[in-house]
C-alpha cells in the first residue's frame, strides 16, 4: 500500500509581472516614464509633513510649454511626443535626486523642491530651467525652438495642501504666460484676489 502524491506546480512569474506593470502604469506617466499627477499628488503631502516637522520649505513648480500646439499640428502628435519625452529627459537632469519631476498631462509639468532651507532656492531652479529650454531639442534630427512659462507657489506661505500649492502654481504660471512667455513668476496673494 503505496501513497501517491499529485503535486501541481503553476508559474506566477507573469502573473506577478503584469501586477507590477498596473501598479506602475497607475502611478506613472505612460508617454514619458514620469511620475503622474497622482504620484505627484501623494509626494506633495508627504513633503508638506516633512517640512512641517523640520521647519524647512518646499516649492512647487508649475511648468506649461508654450506654444506647444504648434509643435503637435505642424508636425503631428507623435512627433509632439517625442518633444515631450526630450523635455521631460531635460527636466529631470536640472533636479536633485530628492526632488520629482511629474507630467501633470498634457505638456504640463510639475516640478516638486522638496527640502529647501530657503525659498529663493526655487528660484535658481526656475531660472535654470527657463535657460535650459532656450537650447533647442534636437527630434528627429530637427531642431526644435520651445520655451516654458514656469509658476511657483512654496510651502507654507502659498498653501498648506498639495492642492493648494498646485491651485496657486497654475494661477503664477498663467501670469507668466500674461507676461509674455518664457519666464517665471512667484505667487503672490494679489494673483489670488485677482483671479
Do not use: C
Amino acid at each position: 500500500d503505496g501513497w501517491i502524491i499529485v503535486s501541481t506546480a503553476r508559474d506566477i512569474t507573469d502573473r506577478r509581472q503584469a501586477e507590477q506593470r498596473i501598479r506602475y502604469l497607475a502611478t506613472h506617466d505612460g508617454l514619458t516614464d514620469l511620475p503622474n499627477r497622482n504620484l505627484i499628488q501623494d509626494r506633495i503631502v508627504q513633503a508638506i509633513t516633512h517640512a512641517r516637522r523640520s521647519g524647512r520649505r518646499l516649492a512647487l513648480l508649475y511648468l506649461d510649454l508654450d506654444r506647444f500646439k504648434v509643435i503637435n499640428d505642424g508636425y503631428g502628435h507623435p512627433f509632439g511626443d517625442a518633444v515631450l519625452k526630450a523635455v521631460s529627459e531635460r527636466l529631470l537632469a536640472l533636479v536633485r535626486e530628492g526632488d520629482t519631476v511629474a507630467r501633470q498631462g498634457g505638456d504640463e509639468f510639475l516640478i516638486l523642491l522638496a527640502d529647501l532651507r530657503v525659498a529663493a532656492d526655487a528660484y535658481i531652479v526656475a531660472q535654470k530651467i527657463v535657460e535650459s529650454l532656450d537650447s533647442p531639442v534636437i527630434v528627429q534630427h530637427r531642431e526644435i525652438h520651445i520655451s516654458g512659462s514656469i509658476g511657483v507657489a512654496v510651502f507654507p506661505q502659498d498653501g498648506q495642501t498639495a492642492e493648494a500649492l498646485i491651485r496657486n502654481a497654475d494661477v503664477a504660471m498663467y501670469r507668466a504666460k500674461d507676461l509674455g512667455r518664457n519666464t517665471y513668476q512667484f505667487f503672490t496673494r494679489e494673483m489670488s484676489e485677482e483671479t
